[in-house]
């Protein structure tokens, strides 16, 4: 064991050159200020989606048009958290597009998101306003 102690090391120093291999990590593109909006506005959208679903279900003014959501529309909770889970979920994918240098398929994902949820909500509240 002593005899371990008393081994000198040796160091070996290497020049750090650039991987030229495709599997190099490379820094992800910037987050564009545009993207980081379109979340916001994303999260704020599905609120209202939720609003606005809620409160049709609750008046008997209309019902939840997805089959797969119809049992939920009856649960403010899972509602909510099905939504959470969702939104969480083509935010990421946005942030993967933009991470593996895609900035601008990012940016398309989320205005297309972003207008379908608009659409959405705007119909649920003129049903809303129809029982008005």
């Known amino acids: 064991?002593?005899?371990?102690?008393?081994m000198p090391a040796v160091a070996l120093a290497?020049?750090?050159?650039?991987?030229?291999?495709?599997?190099?990590v490379v820094a992800p593109a910037p987050r564009p200020v545009l993207l980081t909006t379109l979340y916001g506005s994303f999260v704020g959208l599905q609120a209202l989606d939720v609003h606005s679903t809620m409160r049709a279900v609750q008046s008997g003014a209309g019902q939840?048009?997805?089959?797969?959501?119809?049992?939920?529309?009856g649960?403010?909770?899972?509602?909510?958290?099905?939504?959470?889970?969702a939104t969480a979920s083509i935010?990421?994918?946005?942030?993967?597009?933009?991470k593996t240098h895609?900035?601008?398929?990012?940016?398309?994902?989320?205005?297309?998101?972003?207008?379908a949820y608009a659409m959405v909500?705007?119909?649920?509240?003129?049903?809303?306003q129809r029982i008005h």
């Open 1 to 6: 064991m002593s005899l371990l102690l008393l």
């Open 14 to 24: 290497q020049l750090a050159e650039p991987d030229p291999s495709p599997s190099a």
């Open 64 to 73: 939840e048009a997805n089959p797969a959501l119809q049992r939920l529309a």
């Open 75 to 85: 649960s403010p909770a899972a509602m909510f958290a099905m939504k959470a889970g």
């Open 91 to 98: 935010i990421m994918a946005s942030e993967r597009l933009r």
């Open 102 to 115: 895609h900035p601008l398929a990012a940016v398309a994902l989320m205005i297309g998101a972003n207008s």
């Open 121 to 128: 909500a705007a119909h649920n509240y003129t049903v809303l």
